[in-house]
Nanobody, 126 residues
Framework: QVQLVESGGGLVQAGGSLKLSCEFS????????AGWFRQPPGKDREFVAG????????YYTDSVKGRFTISRDNAKNTLYLQMNSLKPEDKAGYHC???????????????????WGRGTQVTVSS
């Protein structure tokens, strides 16, 4: 059974940076697509970024392009999200997801991902 555990969240000033990690266990991580979603207070979960098995292709929602970078280390079974130039509107619970199926056109759908972590909170002060 796949388990995902996020870490790295915290409180940061606007313009600052954070790096989130998602530790994957239970299966071979290199065979799973992975992604990051976030859920702002009182809102639905929204897609942030996705990455293919190999890490060779990445996908982002428009609001984070140029500021966030998704990456993975298959040898360490870990997914990352480097977040720079953070804004108050980036405040949310951040969740990682994983799935055996590689289907990038559907990465933006929360229903696509079969496994989820519990999340890590990111707060950005203005």
């Amino acid at each position: 059974q796949v388990q995902l555990v996020e870490s790295g969240g915290g409180l940061v000033q606007a313009g600052g940076s954070l790096k989130l990690s998602c530790e994957f266990s239970g299966r071979s991580f290199r065979n799973y697509a992975a992604g990051w979603f976030r859920q702002p207070p009182g809102k639905d979960r929204e897609f942030v970024a996705g990455i293919r098995w190999s890490g060779m292709s990445t996908y982002y929602t428009d609001s984070v392009k140029g500021r966030f970078t998704i990456s993975r280390d298959n040898a360490k079974n870990t997914l990352y999200l480097q977040m720079n130039s953070l804004k108050p509107e980036d405040k949310a619970g951040y969740h990682c997801g994983a799935d055996r199926v590689e289907d990038p056109p559907n990465y933006h759908k929360s229903t696509f991902w079969n496994s989820w972590g519990r999340g890590t909170q990111v707060t950005v002060s203005s």
